[in-house]
């Protein structure tokens, strides 16, 4: 069936480096994106959103970028600081009303 | 402004016990409401969805149900805990013309 998936379950980065999280979907009908980050313990925060009429958004030390030829869809994060370490989840509305189908979800560890 | 309440924070119960999550959405009327399950180190899977009072839709087949006796109000129930139960529990709300999801703190249930 349709899915989002994203290809790296952890992503280790220094302190200070840019993080790249990558997420894939494979619903062609999807209009619209969003990403999330979940701190342990708590509800996911919105960091991003991106309708598919666009290719790029930038937010404060975030951008999304989608590329809907490959429907890849990643999530920028500029001088990762430690407060960054979380899970990352993207997500997409298939079309089917305002429901959201979410990916599995990317471990940031921000090393110092 | 909107604000989203969920509790209790944790909450450990014995198999077999009854359950009851509460859900209320300050600051807006008519959202849509939602509930979602997370396992351990998972992504979310939606439970139940409501457009409006009295208006529940079931996403999974399993032991628990959901009610929404008010406009801004969401209850997750069960007559009768499993093992299975156990996992993190978010309410979740948005309004029709706009996907993006506001997430409540969640609730953590071990069930023993």
């Known amino acids: 069936g349709e899915s989002v998936g994203l290809h790296l379950p952890t992503l280790s980065v220094q302190e200070g480096d840019n993080s790249i999280i990558n997420c894939a979907y494979s619903?062609?009908?999807?209009?619209?994106f969003i990403w999330y980050k979940q701190e342990s313990g708590k509800g996911p925060q919105f960091i991003i959103d991106?309708?598919?009429?666009?290719d790029k958004r930038q937010g404060q030390r975030v951008t999304v970028l989608l590329n809907k030829t490959v429907k890849h869809l990643s999530l920028q994060i500029a001088a990762t600081q430690p407060g960054d370490s979380a899970v990352y989840f993207c997500?997409?509305?298939?079309?089917?009303?305002?429901?959201?189908?979410f990916g599995t979800g990317t471990q940031l560890k921000v090393e110092l | 402004s909107q604000t989203i309440h969920q509790w209790p924070a944790t909450l450990v119960q014995p198999v077999g016990s009854p359950l009851s999550l509460e859900c209320t959405v300050e600051?807006?009327?008519?959202?849509?409401l939602y509930w979602y399950r997370q396992a351990a180190g998972r992504g979310l899977q939606l439970l139940f969805y409501?457009?409006?009072?009295?208006?529940i839709s079931s996403e999974v087949p399993q032991n628990l149900s959901a009610s929404r006796p008010q406009d801004r109000q969401f209850i997750l129930s069960s007559k009768k805990l499993l093992l299975s139960d156990s996992g993190f529990y978010l309410c979740?709300?948005?309004?029709?013309?706009?996907?993006?999801?506001?997430f409540g703190s969640g609730t953590q249930l071990s069930v023993l």
């Open positions: 979740a709300w948005n309004w029709d013309s706009n996907e993006k999801l506001f």
């Open positions: 619903n062609s009908a999807s209009d619209y």
């Open positions: 991106i309708r598919s009429n666009m």
């Open positions: 997500a997409e509305n298939p079309r089917k009303g305002n429901k959201l189908t």
């Open positions: 600051g807006t009327s008519n959202p849509n």
């Open positions: 409501s457009v409006g009072i009295g208006q």
